[in-house]
């Protein structure tokens, strides 16, 4: 169900992307950096579907506050002449990468529950 | 049951449209990506277009002092040409004096008109001697330049008496009444043949119709001939 919502998004979302207006190459740092909080609140989204903890509030509330605090933290970077946008993905990437980590532990645990069930089943139908 | 189901719906629902939004927001920025060309100007960034400056301004630089390297040798060629063109003008100028002098151009100018007939009542023609005494009068005077019917005197201009019948001038020969005309000194030119003693007065004398007119304008024709020289150096 997550998954089939996260598919028909994404295809949606490529397919009015492709036909979107282009935007200056001046606001492209601003765009990337948004994608990339996007990107990690998805991530995010998805983790805490799978530990039974999704917030609808705290999912939407972080997806849009990340992407227009990155592009703000952007922007304040340019106006100092310092790279903030860099210490932003630092986050966001090392965020994507626990959640990665939780998705994949969780299907990992999933798919070795599987098979241990199966050895017990067979072990039972053995003694049987 | 039915809420944890609405719930999941929800769930689905919302992270579909964040990834929908994910998706499109990435989607635009590939195109940005892909459709920016480095040359627009536009799309740059501040440091880069700063390197551009700078380089650009450096080939202006080069540029500009190649421009002034060059402007100052065209500056050079242009000063050299026109010494040149004054020169050329100076001895154009020159030689265009020498050829009035030597008598290869048509020449106009003040002067007199004198005109020698024989009479009927003449027992002897005009001989060429008659008319070197008048143009030897006439050089004397200041004449510039002299013809004899049409042909011009100059330096080397023969004037001589061919078997006592006709006389030749420059190898041509020419006939009565004989029209001299002279550029030169009005007064100077009429008084020296008019004047007591003048030559005219001696032709007069033995008969001939002399004539003298003063005129403004006298045209005296070129040399016809060329003018060679072997032996000269």
Known sequence: ?128 | MVIRKKGKIVMSISIGVSCFVLAMVMFMQFKVVNQTDITSIENMRESELRAELSNWKEKYEDVNARNEEVTKTLQEYRDKEKSDNETSKLLQKELEQINVELGKTDVEGEGITITLKETQNNDTAITADDLLVIVNALKLAGAEAISINEERIINISDIVEINNSFVKINGQRILSPYVIKAIGPQVYLESSLLGSGGYVDELKSYGYEVSIEKGSRININKYEDEIKSKYMQ
């Open chain 1, 1 to 128: 169900m997550v998954y089939l919502g996260i598919i028909l998004g994404s295809l949606l979302g490529a397919i009015i992307g492709v036909n979107a207006p282009v935007i200056s190459y001046t606001y492209s740092s601003y765009l990337a950096i948004a994608v990339i909080a996007a990107l990690d609140s998805v991530f995010g989204g998805i983790s805490s579907v799978l530990k039974k903890n999704f917030d609808l509030k705290i999912f939407l509330s972080g997806f849009f506050c990340n992407a227009i605090l990155s592009m703000l933290l952007t922007y304040l970077g340019e106006k100092l002449n310092v790279d903030i946008y860099l210490a932003a993905i630092v986050v966001f990437v090392g965020r994507m990468f626990t959640n990665l980590t939780i998705i994949r532990r969780y299907y990992v645990d999933k798919w070795s529950d599987k098979i241990q069930k199966k050895e017990k089943n067979n072990q039972a139908l053995e003694s049987k």
